[in-house]
């Protein structure tokens, strides 16, 4: 009946859709831009999967109040972290792993999860040791640093040695990471004295490798059958002297002196 | 004030100036009396942010989306954490107790009280208004000021969209507020856009057309208590001071112009912001603070102190 009238209500209405229509892509598209969290920013101990931490985090910034090392940051807008959210970079301060968690404790939302209370069983990234070129131990020397700051010594990080090729007799004492306790703290990065660290923490998704789901392995299958599961197992025989034999683990030996 | 004799024709020189009327017939503080307890309040609250990073003094830590004071009183911006439940996210405790004090507070005294006494870009907002008008700046772009509606449904559609609080990434009042705390870095850009924006391209522009926030609290204080009410509007002698200093100038004109009609005097829009500056800059004192059950008018007679001047 008043048609002017609704013409321009329908006129109106389309605009303001189109405008805001235009701003909300322009606001998705950076949304989506955000979610990624560059490899060398990491989220406080607690904080899930990337996508549900930027929606349970409410930019409050007490848990970096609460951290007693000072380590965590807010995000500025011009950094590649989504903007207000907290975040440390190992090399430049690493996790300390305080035994009470205060960061989780202070979340008031629980985007940092309050059903963490063992610190060891935080998983923030996986240390990596990155470059085999320059690592000292690498190189056959005991700088061990990695090893030794690593707050859950001999679980996260071990020492295996291997025959030093180079020398013919020495040892290298190769720092191994053990991905189900290593939580991703960064002291190791933090402490590797090298100019650049050869370990570094990486997100977990980047640093860890997945067997394919049909995979089996055979010891382990072995070992909860209590047994072969394929044909008997057939005894090796090796091809030595007279009198001497092998073991696995022990190596050759004689049986009678000469 | 008795001793400024040339206020006739300082009237007439300088027309930008305002609540000059006001400070005329009640004197500089009574023209400017909520105005100074409004910019109280606002710094008042910022340093009582800051005494914790500046001096070590932990009143209160945290920020505007959500603070903790002494230990004890959770604080939580119920627009923020409505879009993190729209995430699909399900908060602690203190959380869900903070945002249910802030709804509750803000649903009594009026949703954008947020707005006027506590926000941080308020200053910058007003600072603009007040060079606008100063400067003698004159139209720019329209837009509805009805957009901020459709802004927040955005921001809350997006939070349901995209599983993240999308509008925290660009909104500047938060960027603002924690920035003064925990590193401005570029955050002062979104400041300065919003200044020059309000100040060049629209009046009133952020704040009373395109902001979430406001929107959001605006709905929160629908049927909230504390209004300014146009109590001795029979004194009004159409000067328009209230309408220029107002943030809001729809919400005055019925209840001010329109008690012929059977309009009560109560301001009841919730798009008022409480901020007191129509108070402030009435010469006649036709506005006062009241709540929104109160709709009775003062008669005229014998309620004229600045008429005797």
Sequence with gaps: MNTPFRRQFLVDAARMACGVGLLGLGLGLYVK????????AFRPPGAGAEQDFLGAC?????????????????????????????YFIARSGACEMCENIPCVKACPTGALDHKLTDIAKARMGLAVLVDHETCL?????????????????????????????????????????HSEACTGCGKCEAGCVLQVAAIKVYPTQLAKG?????????????????GSLVAPEIEHRYNLPEGVTYEHGKGLSSEAPR | MNANLSTNSSTSLSTNRIAHAAIAAKGRWSAHKWLILRRVSQFGILALFLAGPWFGLWIVKGNLNYSYTLDLLPLTDPHVLLQSLLAGHSPEKNALLGAAIVAA?????????????????????????????????????HVSRHARLWILGLTLVLALATGSIAWELVNPVSMLHRGLFFGIGLAWTAVLAVFLFDL????????????????????????????????????????????????????????????????????????????????DVCAKDVFAFGTRFNQSVSPLIGAQPAASK
């Design chain 1, 33 to 40: 831009q955000a979610k990624a969290l560059p490899p060398v």
């Design chain 1, 58 to 86: 409410i930019r409050c910034g007490l848990c970096v109040r609460d951290c007693p090392p000072q380590i965590l940051a807010l995000a500025k807008p011009e950094q590649a972290v989504a903007t207000g959210t907290p």
């Design chain 1, 137 to 177: 131990n690498f190189l056959g020397m005991r700088c061990d640093v990695c090893y030794r700051v690593c707050p859950l010594l001999d679980k996260a990080i071990t020492l295996e040695p291997r025959h030093n090729e180079r020398t013919g007799k020495h040892t290298i004492f190769e720092p191994v990471v």
């Design chain 1, 210 to 226: 997945e067997l394919g789901s049909h995979y089996r392995l055979g010891w382990v299958e072995k070992k909860k059958a209590g």
């Design chain 2, 105 to 141: 507070f803000y649903f009594l005294v009026g949703g954008r009280v947020f707005c006027a006494w506590v926000c941080p870009l308020n200053p910058v907002t007003d600072l603009a208004a007040w060079l606008r008008t100063r400067l003698g700046i004159k139209g720019g772009t």
């Design chain 2, 200 to 279: 060049a391209v629209m009046n009133r522009g952020w704040c009373g057309h395109l902001c979430p926030v406001g929107a959001f609290y605006s709905l929160l204080g629908q049927r909230s208590v504390l209004r300014v009410t146009a109590t001795r509007r029979a004194a009004c002698d159409d000067c328009n001071d209230c309408f220029v200093v107002c943030p809001e100038p729809l919400v005055i004109r019925s209840p001010l112009k329109d008690g012929d009609r059977g309009v009560g005097p109560v301001i009841l829009s919730s798009q008022c912001t409480n901020c007191g500056r129509c108070i």
